[in-house]
């Protein structure tokens, strides 16, 4: 029998799917989540849908999920031709806001308890922790009596106090938190609100432990905060990505910590995961948009002067402009064709789909287009992006100018190719406001990651569909935990539960 999960603010469910991709020695599933709470209405229509897939995947036949991802059948039919499992998968992910009312919270775990119960009742895992803002007041509801009613009142700290009643109410045997490295100094009137959650959670019966150093740090008096923070890049992931995780493991299991080790082969490239997927334009946005004016204004980069340009440089934008093709697609909902990536191919599954999917780019501004094609033919010849100094002045912003050193001005650090030899920077849910940060190796397709793109970085398999309006794709992707990230650490769970 699989080890129930039970996963909050679950996001489109990364951690989710990383434990669910777990197998013993015989490739049968170790996990299996019985329960999703999360309240975004796209990330749960993308848990909900993803909870389908697993079940159809699972009884062998998923030929309607891909017909509805393609956009050939809509969810209703879905749902309704999946019948029994679709009520499954419906029941499986709750939309629901956590903190939001007594009631709510009532109703919340009174969920849990049945989706538990009808698991079996045996020892489960609990995963997903509350995110940064919940604790930023934590410290409150420990000076006084008065106070805590004050805390009780604030949704943000109700849904701290909700997640340790639920720790404390259910017992999960292991726990697994995820959050950024700020809440490790985060302080609130003087105290360390990691220190806090430490006592709350150690007084609710269980150990903390760090997942990637040494045995010494699994001592739990005197833990350095530092050691709780996992680089993605460490484990195969291809993104620099430090997060904090915590496991929980119950006292009275007597359970043994183990650590997380390290991908043998560590690094993996930007352009190992991204090289195969069919090369598409970005739209102009602000203005109609046709392959000739794109090309028109991507190409009028070619018309300038650049004082102060190498000459190899110059050449290089002189030529590609000259080859810009207009006739590249733009990006869609699903687009036909062999899409292996030259790394992680099996784990992406990229052959299940036909295709790619989500590979949707953002309009971007003609100004930005010109920046961006500026900005990554740079980054190929020198493998970073430039700073402002290395700008020609009329691919600053306006009030920008200038001549001068300017490496320093924000500006600079707005725009940011992702090199194609390193695992790229942070993807983060800024993605979903603009790609600047985010700006693709290739010159000749001139904009920022796809949401597919996006995805592959985050280590999503092929098949995973975001639902949604493109920015809330985007966000979803980057509040994820990479998949393949939270396989290893549910290997390292299951490895300590079943020792
Ligand atoms: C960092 S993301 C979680 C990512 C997820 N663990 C994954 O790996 O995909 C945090 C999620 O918590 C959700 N969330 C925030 N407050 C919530 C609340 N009060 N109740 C339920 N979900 C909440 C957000 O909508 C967001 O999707």
């Known amino acids: 029998m699989p080890i129930p999960v039970v996963d909050l603010f679950a996001g489109p469910g990364g951690l989710n799917e990383g434990f669910s991709r777990v197998t013993d020695t015989r490739g049968r599933p170790v996990f299996r989540t019985v329960i999703s709470v999360e309240m975004d209405e796209f990330a749960h229509r993308t848990l909900e849908l993803r909870a389908l897939y697993r079940a159809m995947k699972q009884d062998g036949d998923f030929a309607d999920y891909l017909t509805y991802v393609r956009g050939e059948l809509t969810r209703e039919e879905l749902f309704a031709r999946a019948s029994a499992l679709g009520a499954d998968a419906q029941a499986e992910a709750l939309r629901a806001t956590m903190g ?7 109703e919340i775990e009174s969920r849990i308890d049945s989706a538990l119960k009808n698991s079996g009742g045996g020892e489960f895992v609990l995963i997903g922790g509350p995110p940064c803002q919940a604790y930023s007041l934590v410290g409150r509801a420990r000076r006084s009596r008065e106070s805590r009613d004050q805390f009780e009142s604030d949704p943000r700290q109700r849904l701290y106090l909700e997640y340790l009643r639920i720790v404390a109410r259910f017992k999960p045997a292991a726990f697994l938190m995820e959050n950024v490295p700020g809440l ?4 609130l009137e003087g105290q360390s609100t990691f220190a806090m959650i430490r006592k709350d959670l150690t007084a609710a019966g269980y150990d903390l ?13 005197t833990p ?19 997060r904090v995780f915590i496991l929980g493991l119950r006292r009275d299991l007597g359970l043994k910590a183990r650590r997380l080790q390290p991908a043998a082969d560590t690094r993996v490239f930007v352009e190992e995961v991204l090289r195969g997927l069919p090369a598409i334009r970005s739209r102009v946005s602000r203005r109609a948009d046709s392959p000739e004016e794109w090309r028109r204004e991507v190409s009028s980069l070619g018309d300038y002067k650049f004082p102060g340009l190498d000459e190899g440089m110059r050449r290089l934008i002189r030529a590609g402009v000259a080859e810009l093709d207009s006739d590249l697609p733009l990006g869609r909902q699903f687009i036909r064709g062999e899409i292996k990536p030259p790394r992680l191919g099996e784990w992406y599954d990229s052959r299940a789909v036909g295709g790619v999917l989500n590979h949707n780019s953002r309009g971007h501004m003609a100004a930005d287009l010109r920046r961006y094609y500026y900005w990554s033919a740079y980054a190929g010849v020198h493998h970073r992006s430039p700073s402002l100094s290395e700008v020609p002045a009329h691919l600053r912003p306006n009030h920008h100018n200038v001549t001068g050193d300017a490496t320093n001005l924000p500006f600079a650090d707005r725009f940011r ?3 194609a030899g390193r695992p790229s920077t942070t993807i983060t849910s800024h993605i979903a406001k603009d790609g600047h940060y985010y700006i693709h190796f290739d010159p000749q397709q001139c904009r920022s990651l796809s949401v597919r793109e996006a995805a592959r970085l985050q280590t999503f398999p092929d098949t995973y569909f975001f639902e949604g309006p493109i920015t809330e794709q985007y966000r979803q992707v980057g509040n994820a935990v990479p998949p393949y990230l939270a396989r290893q650490i549910g290997d390292l769970v299951a490895s300590i539960l079943h020792a």
Do not use: C, M, W
Not at 184 to 187: D, F, G, H, Q, W
């Open 417 to 419: 190719v992702q090199i």
């Open 100 to 106: 939001a009312s007594r009631s709510g919270d009532d």
């Open 209 to 221: 432990y760090a997942l990637n150093k040494g045995d010494s740090l699994f001592e739990t008096d």
């Open 224 to 242: 350095d905060p530092r050691a709780f923070v996992v680089r993605a890049e460490d484990h195969g992931v291809p993104q620099s990505r430090s």
């Open 184 to 187: 490790l100094s985060a302080k």
